[in-house]
């Protein structure tokens, strides 16, 4: 049986769609990231100095993710619903049929294991803490990279 043009990948998926990036860069591009290094193209010492900038940046940066995530979790405290769905998961043999979020919906609210409401309610409350939880994150990493500030060589007397 043939496979009908929409389901080869050949044809755009929506308006932000870009046919000369990859489909993690789409992804990238349809969630908001943006690229911060300058183009391939670009010349010159400003250039150059952006794309060296951007090179440290994300290597300190990459270097320094566990403890920035380390800052952002604290004790865990706030963040209840991760802190059972990370429980469940380390104990799991084989995450795509461990039911994660099922089990912790039925540790939560009881019930039936797999019933739909209680999923829906513990993944709401997990996306509403992995937002605050990126927002920490983010907040962590710009205050370590210090990108708008400017530097002053010379004081006014």
């Not at 049929?97 to 019930?111: E, H, K, L, M, P």
């Amino acid at each position: 049986m043939a496979v009908p043009a929409e389901g080869r990948g050949d044809v755009p998926r929506g308006p932000r769609h870009d046919p000369a990036l990859g489909p993690v860069q789409n992804a990238a591009q349809r969630n908001g990231y943006r690229r911060d290094k300058p183009s391939a193209d670009a010349t010159g010492p400003e250039a150059a100095d952006q794309r060296a900038e951007h090179l440290a940046t994300g290597t300190f940066l990459a270097g320094l993710s566990e403890t920035i995530f380390a800052g952002a979790w604290g004790d865990g405290r706030d963040f209840p619903t991760l802190k059972k769905i990370m429980d469940v998961a380390n104990r799991a043999d084989d995450l795509g049929r461990s039911a994660t979020f099922a089990t912790v919906a039925q540790q939560t609210y009881g019930g039936k294991k797999g019933s739909r409401r209680p999923v829906l309610r513990v993944r709401e409350q997990a996306h509403a803490e992995a937002r605050e939880l990126s927002a920490r994150c983010d907040a962590i990493r710009d205050s370590l990279t210090h990108r708008d500030r400017k530097v002053r060589y010379t004081r006014d007397d």
